[in-house]
């Protein structure tokens, strides 16, 4: 009976994989990039050491430099591998930030309600009503350009939509008799929410979380496309990006490769999304309700 | 006797998810008289809706129903083509739900559902459509139909929409009328007025009623005939008063024992059946109600008993006869009433 | 701000004379829920519960009935204070819990638990049984998992449950044993007071009387005190003491549950009572139903005088001016009625 219920959820998530085939070669895909970048330490090649002999050539998977090489002669294929490092990590730890700061306000102005909820979700109305990338430039000008600094900057400003995701789903939770109940024996709201309201919440946290880590890198990429980004001599895939700006017009391979990874890794954490919030879906976890 | 309207042999209905198969229907035989008022009494997951539901053609995707036999008013439904069958299931047999908001469009006004179903049913149009639709409103009970044609399902209370949903079905002048449960989501008083207008338009109409319900309580003075159903099959099934007063089958006993007298208060605790329904996605091969049942024996739980007959339609799928069951009976209480009897010498 | 004349009232109270052993009380109680509109200004006020007086003694079984809308599970509510009372006073024990707040109503609701109607939605899918049978006795008190275990098993044991379903979840149990564990919950603070909000209208017939069986027994075994809110007329009769009959968010009559039964006097209990359905078709066929004319009228636009004017088949005109109070007619058997009294 408790196996028969539990392969249910396993089931159901892994049937809404099987049934998508771009899932299928995307989630490949990126399991395939995620331990590369993983792994790149590991390969005894050095992404800063020029090649001089060897610059800009395009690539050519029988040579040593498999993706070619950029204007210095770096070997791209480690500097993508490297870029790729940054980019995600970037990626996680802002989705993580955020994710953080909208299940707190999002939780708190939902449970709360009166006054606390107006002036938070207000708070969220305004920060999300200044164009983001206005807002990331002018505040990464005050801040020292650096990884933590991204990280922060892309976090503290792509919280709001999550916010307001669990706010509403908090709302609708709140209502339910076991919350109701917990609270009327006093349990402490800090408890309520943990307890009760983001496990209720786990499906719209889990498809936020993957929309908030695909945005952040691709917000990662476009702040380093404008030169507000990662410094050089470290590179992310953004990075990559506009330093081939330069050099479009002789190797259009060096803006392809990164650009072509970007949209993979972000479809590919979408889909992942959409697979997860199947198997924390509360129906599916129930079994059936005759 | 009177004429057969519907007549099911061997029905069976199995529903397949990804995983496992539930056997809802396993072998149901029923028959419905011209002008009879049938309730078929079963707890959720007995069958009792699917039953009906298979006998529409209204059954999901990820169904398969089977039967020997499956006859409306002589033309056999097996071999139908799809179209006719949704034609005849739908003008000829209606079929009215539990919740009437799902059956409702809320946009559409209650005039645009009478008129869609008098167009399609009886390819009534216009003026002639709308005075129709007067009229069966009027014959439902709902006052001034003029104005509340126009009006929308969100301004009628539950037990108004329940009559518009009869209404619609009337339209049609259905010869069979298959109410699942018309009156769970409505207060007492409602059900009460709800289950008598199904009455009189039984009487006044003459279309055969077939009531689906879980309260032994709600058909006792309007039906004539009764089955009692469980774990997808029928147990025991026969004319009203021998149901009630006569009941042969442990179930039926144990359903009539489990509700509060309604002559008096509190005389003692009401008779509990102990145990929850047999998962049908794995039925026992057996007796299904043999694990909760007082006077299983070994024989019970091995193989499917078979009907005995009472004579006429009356039936019960039972090892024992209800004398059988009487003497039993009796014996435990006699025994109870020793041992009691012996606990208080002790004392 | 509800009953007009309200210094000339006089205090008429559904229970017995003072000396009973009154457990919870509540004096001329409201509850209203203002609706707002798209501006947030509360235009219309839902008057849910509009002046109950009530007495419960302690260890019967208070039958709350009347149809869906009437105010029935709101007044449970507030009556245990899951609401706030808009107006009015309650009493639990002698002591006036109407402004108790913070750390004191947490202790009330030790002594005041509830057990909800549906099994589905009151059990956390999420936890398993442990977590939320012990989540109230949690609260404040630092267990070990030995003492938690030990506490479980016990409750567990009391509704007939296994001490191993501990570890299962909700989802893995039929209705029934929900409802069980929904009951092994409130109980594991012991509490003296039970507010069951239709806890057996979600289950299926054969599973409701073993868990009004439960109910009894418990009863017994610990002494409590049940507030019974229902609308299976039948089975309220079966396991109440007294009921209270509710219309349009007020008390129209309590008596007690055999004398309700037989001698209804309300226009509308009469015509409720008649409706119930009897499982004897002789009986059921030989009952004459007293029907019940018009609808409910909106909550947001009650009748003035007596809210039953609209649809009482005894109406009179004083009727739709003034608004009966409960009397008490016979011994114990109380009445607010223009128009029968």
């Not at chain 3, 499982?279 to 030989?286: E, Q, R």
Request: hydrophobic share 40%; aromatic share 6%; net charge negative.
């Amino acid at each position: 009976m408790e196996n028969e219920k539990h392969w249910t959820r396993r089931s159901a998530a892994w049937l809404a994989f099987k049934r998508d085939k771009s899932a299928i070669i995307t989630v490949t895909l990126l399991f395939i990039i995620i331990i590369a970048c993983l792994i790149a330490p590991l390969i005894p090649i050095d992404p800063d050491e020029p090649d001089l002999l060897n610059r800009l050539a395009p690539p050519d998977f029988s040579s040593e430099h498999i993706f070619g090489t950029d204007e210095m002669g770096r070997d791209y294929f480690m500097r993508v591998l490297y870029g790729g490092r940054v980019s995600l990590l970037v990626g996680v730890l802002a989705m993580l930030t955020s994710l953080a700061i909208g299940i707190i306000v999002g939780t708190v102005s939902g449970l709360a309600g009166g006054i606390v909820d107006a002036i938070l979700m207000r708070a969220v109305d305004i920060l999300s009503s200044i164009p983001w990338m206005v807002l990331v430039m002018v505040v990464s000008i005050f801040f020292k350009p650096g990884l933590t600094s991204i990280i922060l900057v892309i976090g503290l400003f792509s919280w709001m939509e999550i916010a307001r995701l669990v706010r509403n789903e908090t709302q609708t939770i709140k209502e339910r008799d076991f919350v109701q109940y917990a609270r009327l024996c006093g349990v402490s709201p800090a408890l309520v929410i943990a307890r009760h309201i983001i496990p209720a919440a786990l499906p719209t946290i889990i498809t936020a979380s993957t929309t908030s880590l695909a945005s952040a890198i691709m917000t990662e990429s476009a702040l380093s496309f404008l030169g507000v980004g990662v410094q050089q001599p470290m590179s992310s895939w953004g990075s990559l990006l506009n330093s081939a700006q330069g050099t479009m017009a002789t190797s259009i391979y060096m803006a392809i490769i990164p650009g072509l990874l970007i949209v993979i890794v972000i479809f590919a954490f979408n889909k992942v999304g959409n697979i997860l919030r199947v198997f924390a879906n509360p129906q599916v976890m129930s079994g059936e309700r005759s | 006797m009177a004429e057969t309207i519907l007549h099911v042999k061997n029905l069976h209905t199995t529903f397949f998810s990804h995983h496992k198969k539930i056997e809802a229907i396993r072998g149901v035989d029923l028959d419905v008289y011209d002008g009879d008022f049938l309730a078929v009494v079963g707890e959720s997951g007995s069958g009792k809706s699917v039953t009906m539901k298979s006998v529409m053609g209204l059954l999901p995707k990820n169904a398969e129903c089977t039967a020997d036999e499956l006859v409306f008013d002589g033309k056999d439904l097996l071999k139908m083509s799809e179209k006719e069958r949704r034609q005849m299931c739908g003008g000829q047999i209606a079929m009215i739900f539990q919740d009437p908001m799902t059956s409702l469009d809320p946009l559409q006004t209650i005039g645009f559902h009478l008129r869609e179903v008098l167009k399609r049913h009886r390819g009534l149009r216009g003026k002639e459509a709308d005075a129709e639709a007067i009229r069966v409103l009027a014959q439902v009970g709902i006052p001034s139909p003029e104005q509340r044609l126009n009006e929308y399902p969100h301004e009628f209370s539950g037990g108004m929409r329940q009559r518009v949903l009869i209404a619609m079905a009337l339209s049609c002048q259905p010869k069979l009328l298959i109410a699942d449960e018309p009156t769970t989501a409505l207060d007492v008083t409602i059900q009460a007025q709800i289950l008598e207008l199904l009455h009189r338009l039984r009487d006044e109409l003459g279309m055969s009623v077939v009531l689906i319900t879980h309260d032994l309580g709600v058909v006792a003075n309007l039906c004539n005939r009764v089955a009692v159903m469980y774990g997808g099959l029928i147990m025991e099934q026969g004319e009203v008063d021998d149901i009630y007063y006569r009941p042969q089958h442990p179930y039926t006993r144990a359903l009539l024992g489990a509700v509060p007298n309604p002559k008096g208060h509190r005389e003692g605790r009401l008779v509990a059946i102990p145990g929850s329904a047999p998962s049908l996605a794995n039925p026992p091969a057996g007796c299904p109600f043999s694990p909760r049942c007082d006077f299983a024996h070994e024989a019970c739980s091995q193989a499917m008993p078979e009907f005995i007959a009472y004579g006429g339609e009356r039936r019960a799928r039972c090892t024992l006869t209800g004398a059988e069951l009487d003497a039993k009976e009796a014996a435990a209480n006699a025994e109870a009433g020793k041992t009691s009897t012996e606990v208080k010498e002790l004392a | 701000m509800t009953t007009p004349n309200n210094s000339q009232k006089q205090t008429v109270t559904a229970g017995n004379t003072p000396h009973d052993d009154i457990i919870l009380e509540a004096r001329d109680l409201c509850k209203h829920f203002p609706l707002r509109s798209f501006f947030g200004r509360s235009k219309h006020v839902v008057k849910a519960v509009d002046g109950i007086d009530l007495r419960i003694r302690r260890g019967e079984t208070f039958g709350l009935v009347g149809e869906s809308g009437c105010g029935k599970s709101t007044l449970g509510r507030t009556l245990i204070r899951m609401y706030e009372p808009t107006s009015g006073s309650v009493f639990f024990d002698g002591q006036d819990i109407t402004n108790v707040t913070g750390r004191k109503l947490v202790d009330i609701h030790r002594r005041m638990q509830i057990v909800f109607q549906d099994p589905y939605l009151s059990l956390d899918p999420h936890l398993n049984v442990r977590e939320i049978v012990s989540e109230p006795m949690r609260v404040g008190n630092k267990l070990s998992a030995a003492e938690i275990d030990d506490k479980v098993a016990e409750i567990l044991d009391r509704v007939s449950l296994h001490r191993d379903d501990m570890y299962k979840f909700a989802y893995e149990f039929s209705g029934g044993q929900r409802q069980r564990i929904g009951i092994a919950r409130a109980l594991s603070v012991n509490p003296e007071f039970i507010l069951c909000d239709e806890p057996i209208s979600a289950l299926d017939v054969s599973i409701q009387a073993q868990v009004v069986n439960m109910l009894e027994d418990l009863q017994e075994e610990f002494g409590l005190t049940y507030l019974f809110v229902a609308h299976d007329l039948s089975m309220v009769r079966h396991i109440s003491t007294r009921i209270g009959v509710m219309y349009l968010g007020r008390l129209v009559e309590v008596a007690p549950a055999d004398e309700l039964y037989e001698n209804p006097l309300h226009p509308y209990s009469r015509a409720l009572l008649s409706a119930v359905p009897i499982p004897d078709p002789h009986l059921a066929s030989m009952r004459k139903r007293i029907p019940l004319e018009g609808e409910l009228p909106s909550p947001l636009n009650v009748p003035e005088g007596c809210r039953f004017c609209t649809r009482c088949p005894q109406v009179k005109d004083s009727c739709k001016k003034d608004s009966p109070q409960l009397k008490e007619v016979y011994p114990g058997h109380f009445l607010a009625c223009g128009s029968c009294a």
